[in-house]
């Protein structure tokens, strides 16, 4: 804890398979705090998978639900550990939300080891279309980039690295 408030969230951003999730679930346990996941929430507000939601509502439906699930998360009076879904950031008032309310890491890795990471990408709808997960990542990333610099407050790169040590590199950038 620092300062005179209560600790911030500890958030995880970056691409699809960059490894939010899993390193999220490892810091909260190392933190003793709970572990929250965007897409989890935003599965709960819509009663129904990320997959069905963009199927049912749209890209854009599923954005807004995204940014109901950042407000919630960051609304929590007690600190958490947020893994974002990877588009969270490409919206500037999730940026500023996370931001205010969160130390913000980005995870980082080439595409061709997010691709690797995602496999066939099955549950995730943006890699469902036409090109490979690799061709996809490749521009997202190019995309994307700017979004995430202007998020992040770290950088961790997860590029053959175990969940442990991406874990415990988080732990060692996050400022409370
Ligand atoms: C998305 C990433 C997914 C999920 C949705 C859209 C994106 O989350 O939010 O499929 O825009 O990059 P993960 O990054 O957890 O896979």
């Given amino acids: 804890m620092s ?29 003793d705090r709970p572990f929250v996941d965007t897409d989890e929430l935003v599965e709960q507000l819509a009663g129904v998978s990320v997959a069905e939601c963009f199927t049912l509502l749209g890209e854009a439906g599923f954005r807004e639900l995204e940014q109901q699930a950042v407000a919630d998360a960051c609304a929590s009076p007690e600190p958490l550990v947020i893994a974002c879904g990877g588009g969270a950031v490409l919206d500037g008032s999730n940026r500023r939300r996370l931001h205010d309310a969160g130390f913000v890491v980005w995870l980082q890795a080439p595409p061709e080891v997010l691709a690797e990471r995602v496999g066939g990408g099955e549950d995730r709808p943006l890699l469902a279309g036409g090109s490979t997960p690799i061709t996809t990542l ?39």
Wanted: charged share 30%; proline share 3%; hydrophobic share 45%.
């Fill in 138 to 176: 490749e521009r997202l990333a190019v995309i994307r980039e700017a979004a995430y610099e202007a998020a992040a407050d770290a950088v961790v790169d997860t590029a053959g690295r175990s969940i442990d040590d991406v874990a415990h590199a988080v732990l060692a950038e996050y400022r409370p």
């Fill in 3 to 31: 300062g005179d408030g209560p600790a911030r969230h500890l958030v995880l951003v970056g691409l699809m398979g960059a490894g939010k999730s899993t390193v999220g679930r490892r810091c909260a346990k190392r933190l």
